[in-house]
Nanobody, 115 residues
Framework: QVQLVESGGGLVQPGGSLRLSCASS????????VGWYRQAPGKQREAVAG???????YYADSVKGRFTISRDKAANTMYLQMSSLKPEDTAVYYC?????????WGQGTQVTVSS
């Protein structure tokens, strides 16, 4: 059973930064396609950033140049460094792993960007 645990969300002022973490076990973040998604109230869940199988990173146009996805060497933890945050970045952020045989989600962490 894959368990994903996000942390690092919170309230931040526009222009501020946050780093989200997603922890798991067993080097899970190199075993499939992985990524960060977000869902704002009344909107569909959308992909924010991820690593495709093979390792190349991708970003949604709305976050390019502001967000950076990474993972530690052991591939047990995945991060999303978010900078120059905007009110429209407010959402619940989820980490995701697609192993082919199964797709797994964390419980989500709330990010609120407001003055």
């Amino acid at each position: 059973q894959v368990q994903l645990v996000e942390s690092g969300g919170g309230l931040v002022q526009p222009g501020g930064s946050l780093r989200l973490s997603c922890a798991s076990s067993g080097s899970i973040f190199k075993k499939g396609a992985v990524g960060w998604y977000r869902q704002a109230p009344g909107k569909q869940r959308e992909a924010v950033a991820g690593f495709a199988i093979g390792g190349s990173a991708y970003y949604a146009d709305s976050v390019k140049g502001r967000f950076t996805i990474s993972r530690d060497k052991a591939a047990n933890t995945m991060y999303l460094q978010m900078s120059s945050l905007k009110p429209e970045d407010t959402a619940v952020y989820y980490c995701n792993v697609d192993l082919g045989a199964g797709v797994y989600w964390g419980q989500g962490t709330q990010v609120t960007v407001s003055s």
